[in-house]
């Protein structure tokens, strides 16, 4: 499986952006996707996490509110739609699978990573 993640950028407090994650695989749709990310310094950290099927997600308590998963099975693409920006949000964001389908919120659970994204928010 490899995934390419995009979408990153620098924006203001306030505003919003969109990361696209997108996955080779023939069985996309039993896998679990899922959002981290890490700030300098800092270890990385769960976003969210959207089910195969789409139909269920989880996300961080930081994020819940602001964020919101999405995925579309025919085109093996995972979104995360971020508003409402906060200068902490700043991170470099990686999506990654569980092929087994587990809504997991540690990083050891997943089996492939995408290569990141830099979100920056600042004034």
């Known amino acids: 499986v490899q995934l390419q993640a995009s979408g990153g950028g620098a924006v203001r407090p306030g505003d919003s952006l969109r990361l696209s994650c997108a996955a080779s695989?023939?069985?996309?749709?039993?896998?679990?996707m899922a959002w981290f990310r890490q700030a300098p310094g800092k270890e990385r950290e769960f976003v969210g996490v959207?089910?195969?099927?789409?139909?269920?997600?989880v996300y961080a308590d930081s994020v819940k509110g602001r964020f919101t998963l999405s995925r579309d099975n025919a085109k093996n693409t995972m979104l995360l739609q971020m508003n409402s920006l906060k200068p902490e949000d700043t991170a470099v964001y990686y999506c990654?699978?569980?092929?087994?389908?587990?809504?997991?919120?540690?990083?050891?659970?997943?089996?492939?990573w995408g290569q990141g994204t830099q979100v920056t928010v600042s004034s």
């Open positions: 990654a699978v569980d092929i087994q389908g587990i809504l997991a919120a540690i990083d050891d659970e997943y089996d492939y």
């Open positions: 695989g023939r069985t996309f749709s039993d896998y679990a």
């Open positions: 959207i089910s195969g099927s789409g139909g269920a997600t």
